[in-house]
């Protein structure tokens, strides 16, 4: 064997050592000695590390057996080996259990090296065991801050303070020589005396001593950074992120970690953030894009962390990831950057191949990252120009290229992956050849169009060309899918406008990726888009805001996951105290109100939900955008305004395009200036449009009257001066936003004066002419009675009518009769015998009949349609998209329903004194 001292670095001074520590058997080296000098021989600084080794050895009588597994230490680190040289007792791998969080953070990371550098550990458990060991020391750092202050105030309790991790510590991704991010939470109490406590945290920590220190300590992502408070309370934070936060803040706070203090405090503080994390617009993420862009043009190449291809390049990758997707998809939700792309792979966000080469990469750069900071335990991601001893310690050894030439290799290779799909996920959707297309050729697809019934083959094969031209992944895989997806579309009502919408869509989308991704893996999904765009010209006005809620169309359950009732309310509110100004708040008012409005109407194209269910849905989202435009014109402050809403808001019986029928209730002088601005933020149009139209001819004396009145003017008003038709108008109303008294208040007025103790036969007259006027000299002309769906005979006018008629006549004897619901109303009259059991239940089927009807033709022609088509390709595609096998037999069941609820209506509504 080629043992010779020389040929094992040693110099002839070494020698004597050796024998003294019992490792020479006379003049031969023992076998564990060879080993172990071989050991130092091929790592990292042979010389420098055989000497610290030696040092141990002699003050421990450490055996060459156990010195081989400290010599990797050894040679990757002087500061941690000077440590174990002060603390020789670490060597037995024991903990002491200090509460010197000094000591102790060193003793722990001192073995997680070892294991890191034996290659014991991957580098996911030394990240989360180095920020476990920061998480105890953090602990202990308060327990002693918080001992400090009871020492030194007997008299006063500690106020509850939570600390929250951020950064890579919040990530539980901490690196040996990190600073820690953090921020403090104070709850109720003193805040001087929390600061007290924050202030000695910090200096348990971070304060240098013969121990060295436990982690440097950096508060500057708190808001308003060093010139900000130490500490805020949850109140104090929330104010400042709803007026000033900033999208690199939020960006920040995806990482939040509650690790030490009262850890309930922290979890509000991480629930409250949240509110703002998964909020970034598409402005938010241009801003963050010029930011980093910005870092980078400063950074150092050499630099791992910063520069194009450096650790930062995948953090910030992932992070704007699920920020653009957490908001819908809570997987994301994590502040782990490996758990962020194990969830972005589930969600298939991105391609599971070029989730795991970043992922791969990721680890390479942190282990680099981890030699470079090891030596001095230094804050450093500068690349040196000679890397021999940082080979080593990465682990290379000597082949066909050196150490430190398969080092540059790696480097190379691994930071030019990184960028290029930084780059492609970052800035632009992935590019990527698939090699095994199926798809069709042009001329397949001309042959295809025709085979299946396309009515306009120039214009079905230029959008098959927009989807599939290119090279992009995109258009190879439409290029793939599109044999099915135009089977799809031909069994829809419209498929020429659904191809046409599918390729307006597919070409403006802004995330491309993840659309194609989901029309790739989620077959169910890609079918029901192909119903929605086949059915609903309306839903290609809001083709922008399909991506969103692509994800759900797989899920009919996800789809369904709508809130309703105040839930809405609280949410659009919740959405205005977000905003800082009025155009923001009135674009995410009306992006509000689109979005909703879209998930409803993608149920009921795909018959998903009944009639009563799209009503009630549609009436909730109007009653939120009430509850926040009034919020919005108070500007969040208390006031009297009462917002009442009628007809059939009123009744939750809103379609969709409806108006709003309102009424103001409040002070006259201060409420009026309220009203006109509530009008302006629901109907002002603006680059987003409109949220509603509002219509105020219901209130008292019409076009004539106050634009606001007091409750005991509407008191007065409906008592006294109020024509019949006005009373009926008023059984409908149904006061949504505003002071709960006074909406109270406006309840109780509606049961008193809308169901008087006495009808008169004049005013049963007023309402039977009013009727018949209405019939008369409302039909536009050229209209055929028989199919208006709202004004002709049996349709919703006569059994609206009917129901209020009799709502007026016996509501003040019969409480369930003073209900604002048709249906309800309805049900009570059978309940009281007005109606029969199967009177009932024909009014009821007809009365959803002709309302589905008119829902469907709004969706189907984007805009606002009373009459059943009677001939043409209109009702074709309405008879198909409602599942009737052809337009006759449609009409025949409209006929059928219409002609009996007449009856009904003739029998019922003239009954009674003339």
């Not at 990757?76 to 670490?90: G, Q, V, Y």
């Not at 042009?442 to 009515?455: I, K, N, P, S, V």
């Amino acid at each position: 064997m080629k043992t010779s001292p020389a040929r094992l670095g040693l110099a002839d001074d070494d020698l004597p050592r050796l024998r003294a520590l019992g490792w020479m058997n006379g003049e031969k080296l023992q076998p564990e000695v060879v080993k172990l000098l071989q050991s130092v021989r091929s790592g990292a600084d042979p010389l420098g590390t055989l000497k610290r080794v030696l040092a141990l050895a002699e003050r421990t009588k450490l055996p060459p057996t156990l010195a081989v597994e400290w010599t990797a230490l050894a040679g990757a680190s002087k500061s941690l080996w000077d440590a174990t040289l002060r603390h020789p007792e670490w060597l037995d791998g024991e903990s002491t259990d200090s509460t010197d969080p000094r000591v102790f953070v060193q003793q722990h990371l001192v073995e997680i090296a070892r294991r890191d550098l034996s290659g014991e550990w991957p580098l996911e458990r030394v990240v989360a065991h180095i920020s476990a060991t920061a998480d105890h020391a953090a602990k202990l750092a308060l327990a002693s801050a918080t001992k400090r202050f009871g020492e030194r105030t007997p008299d006063k309790a500690p106020p509850p303070i939570a600390v929250i991790a951020l950064g890579k510590w919040g990530a539980e991704e901490l690196n040996y020589a990190s600073d820690i991010d953090l921020v403090f939470v104070a709850g109720d109490g003193d805040l001087r005396a929390a600061v007290r406590i924050a202030t000695s945290f910090i200096d348990q920590l971070a304060t240098p001593t013969a121990e060295g220190l436990a982690f440097r300590v950096d508060a500057d992502l708190r808001p308003e950074g060093t010139t900000g408070p130490l500490v805020r309370t949850l109140a104090s934070y929330r104010a400042y992120y709803e007026r000033w936060g900033e999208p690199w803040e939020f960006q920040a706070l995806l990482k939040a970690r509650p690790v030490a203090g009262d850890l309930e405090l922290g979890q509000r503080f991480r629930e409250m953030v949240d509110e703002f994390v998964w909020q970034v617009g598409s402005e938010g993420v241009r801003e963050l894009r010029r930011l980093k862009q910005r870092s980078e043009e400063e950074a150092n190449p050499n630099d791992i962390k910063r520069a194009p291809g450096g650790i930062r390049d995948v953090e910030f990758t992932i992070q704007l990831l699920q920020l653009i997707h957490g908001r819908a998809d809570t997987r994301l939700q994590v502040t782990g950057t490996f758990g962020a792309i194990a969830a972005l792979i589930e969600g298939d966000y991105v391609r599971a191949e070029d989730a795991q080469s970043l992922a791969d990469s990721y680890r390479f750069l942190r282990k680099v990252e981890h030699r470079l900071q090891l030596w001095q335990m230094a804050q450093t991601h500068q690349i040196p120009a000679e890397r021999a001893d940082l080979a080593l310690n990465m682990g290379y050894r000597p082949g066909d290229l050196s150490a430190e030439g398969q080092l540059n290799r790696d480097l190379h290779e691994h930071r030019r992956r990184v960028r290029e799909l930084h780059e492609a996920l970052y800035y632009r959707p992935l590019l990527e050849a698939y090699t095994s297309s199926t798809g069709l050729t042009r001329e397949q697809a001309d042959d295809r169009l025709a085979a299946l019934g396309f009515q306009d083959p120039v214009g079905a094969a230029r959008s098959f060309e927009d989807l599939t031209s290119g090279l992009s992944r995109r258009s190879r895989l439409m290029n793939q899918l599109l044999p099915l997806m135009l089977e799809w579309l031909a069994d829809t009502p419209h498929p020429d406008l659904g191809l046409t919408q599918l390729a307006k869509l597919v070409s403006t989308s802004p995330d491309q990726t993840a659309l194609v991704s989901v029309l790739r893996d989620r077959p169910v999904a890609g079918r029901y888009l192909c119903r929605l765009v086949g059915s609903s010209r309306w839903i290609g006005h809001y083709l922008d805001r399909i991506p969103e809620f692509l994800p759900r169309l797989g899920d009919d359950r996800l789809l369904l996951d709508l809130p309703i009732g105040a839930a809405v309310a609280e949410m659009a509110t919740e959405r205005m105290r977000l905003r800082q100004d009025r155009g923001s708040r009135m674009a995410s008012l009306r992006r509000l109100v689109r979005r909703r409005a879209l998930r409803v109407a993608a149920a009921d194209l795909l018959d998903l939900v009944e009639v009563e269910t799209v009503s009630s849905a549609l009436s909730d989202t109007a009653d939120a955008a009430a509850t926040a435009a009034l919020w919005t014109a108070q500007q969040g402050s208390p006031g009297d305004l009462v917002i009442v809403a009628m007809g059939k808001w009123g009744g939750h019986e809103l379609g969709y395009g409806s108006d709003l029928d309102l009424v103001y209730a409040g002070d006259p002088q201060t409420g009026l200036k309220l009203a006109a601005e509530v009008g302006a933020v629901l109907g002002q149009p603006t680059a987003d449009g409109i949220a509603y139209r509002v219509d105020l001819d219901l209130r008292p004396e019409g076009k004539q009257g106050a634009l606001v009145r007091s409750l005991d003017a509407y008191r007065l008003y409906y008592q006294s001066r109020a024509e019949p038709w006005e009373l009926l108008a008023l059984i409908k109303a149904r006061p949504v936003a505003g002071p709960p008294n006074d909406r109270l208040e406006f309840e109780a007025i509606r049961r008193e004066c809308a169901f008087p103790v006495l009808v008169t036969s004049e005013m049963l007259r007023s309402i039977r002419h009013i009727k018949a006027r209405i019939e008369r000299e409302r039909l536009p002309r050229g209209e055929d009675p028989e199919f208006h769906l709202k004004l002709g005979p049996g349709g919703l006018s006569d059994i609206e009518f009917l129901a209020q008629l009799w709502q007026l006549r016996l509501g003040a004897k019969v409480e369930s009769l003073q209900t604002t619901s048709t249906v309800g109303a309805l049900a009570a009259l059978e309940g009281e015998g007005v109606l029969t059991s199967d009177e009932c239940r024909h009014l009821v089927a007809t009365y959803r009949f002709c309302t589905r009807l008119r829902n469907r033709l709004f969706l189907q022609t984007g805009s606002p349609h009373d009459a059943l088509p009677i001939e043409g390709a209109e009702i074709a595609r309405l008879a198909q998209s409602l599942g009737y096998r052809d337009r006759g037999t449609l009409r025949e069941e409209y006929r059928s329903l219409t002609r009996r609820s007449r009856r009904i209506f003739a029998r019922v509504f003239f009954e009674g004194p003339e």
